[in-house]
C-alpha cells in the first residue's frame, strides 16, 4: 500500500510523491467470496475505492488548473505524464 506524503507544485504541474506503508497486505479470504452478496459487494468497493480516489485527484487538479487560468496564469499545451510501477 502507498500514502501520499507531498504534492510540489512546479509551474502549472503537480509533482505527487508516495511513501511505501505495507510491504504486504493480506486480506480476509471471505472477503472475495464470488457466491455471496456481500462478497461481490466487497471486491466491486475494493476495486473501485483506488479508481474512485485517482478520479477525484486528478479533477481537482484539472479544476485548480482552470482556475488559474481564470486568474491570468500562463497557458501550455495539455501535457500528461504519469510514472511508475504497480506489482500484484
Not at 467470496?33 to 475494493?46: K, L
Request: include cysteine; charge should be negative; charged fraction near 25%.
Amino acid at each position: 500500500m502507498i500514502k501520499e506524503v507531498d504534492s510540489i507544485v512546479k509551474g502549472n504541474i503537480i509533482e505527487k510523491v508516495y511513501w511505501i506503508t505495507a510491504y504486504d497486505w493480506q486480506m480476509d479470504h471471505d472477503l472475495f467470496n464470488f457466491s455471496t452478496p456481500e462478497g461481490q459487494e466487497s471486491i466491486i468497493t475494493t476495486m473501485l475505492t483506488p479508481i474512485d480516489a485517482t478520479r477525484e485527484d486528478i479533477q481537482r487538479s484539472l479544476e485548480a488548473r482552470a482556475s488559474a487560468l481564470e486568474l491570468g496564469a500562463e497557458e501550455h499545451p495539455a501535457r500528461w505524464s504519469f510514472s511508475g510501477r504497480c506489482a500484484i
